[in-house]
């Protein structure tokens, strides 16, 4: 049979959320600002986008013959895409642990929340700023907590000089310089 003709199943978008491996403990490390991004999406997808949804999905099912009704299966698709971005949000703020780095202000030893500033044993300076694995972008030189960059600079000093274990070499990075945001930044 033509795969045209066969029934969507509403099942074919998995429930099972296959989230970022967080450590053993199971933490989920997120800023202030992270965690009020990831609330704002889930409020504005059940405010919002979620209810225009459903009544279009409504008014395109009250029109009679569901299966060649393009509005109601793009709809219904539509339905679950959001639905699974609402799980996963909730999930995610439900484990999330808010941890404000402004309160490290003046320390020279790298914490959540740190902008470290490090050179490589080419001595190519490069600035990455630890973030929530929700909230890391590596464009804006932003990594998560949970990357090897970021394990190997926690909790290391201004002056250190550490070893970074990468995927062809084992490299040397020193810590150059260790900043966190103001208060009234946050």
Request: hydrophobic residues 35%.
């Amino acid at each position: 049979m033509n795969k045209a003709f066969t029934k969507e199943s509403d099942n074919e978008d998995d429930d099972d959320l296959q989230l970022p491996a967080l450590p053993a403990g199971g933490k989920n490390y997120i800023t202030p600002q992270g965690y009020a991004k990831l609330r704002s999406e889930w409020l504005d997808l059940m405010d919002n986008e979620r209810p225009k949804i459903v009544e279009a999905v409504f008014w395109a099912a009250s029109n009679g013959d569901r299966s060649e009704n393009g509005d109601y299966l793009y709809g219904k698709k539509r339905l679950r895409e959001i639905d699974r971005r609402i799980r996963f949000l909730t999930k995610r703020m439900e484990i999330a642990v808010i941890t404000d780095p402004s309160v490290h202000v003046g320390c020279k030893q790298v914490f959540f929340g740190a902008t470290v500033t490090y050179a490589d044993d080419s001595g190519l300076e490069r600035t990455v700023t630890i973030k929530g694995i929700d909230e890391a972008n590596t464009a804006h030189g932003e990594v998560s907590w949970i990357s090897p960059i970021a394990r190997t600079l926690l909790k290391a000093c201004e002056g250190d000089v550490l070893r970074l274990v990468m995927p062809d070499r084992v490299g040397e990075i020193e810590v150059l310089q260790v900043r966190y945001p103001s208060p009234e930044a946050v």
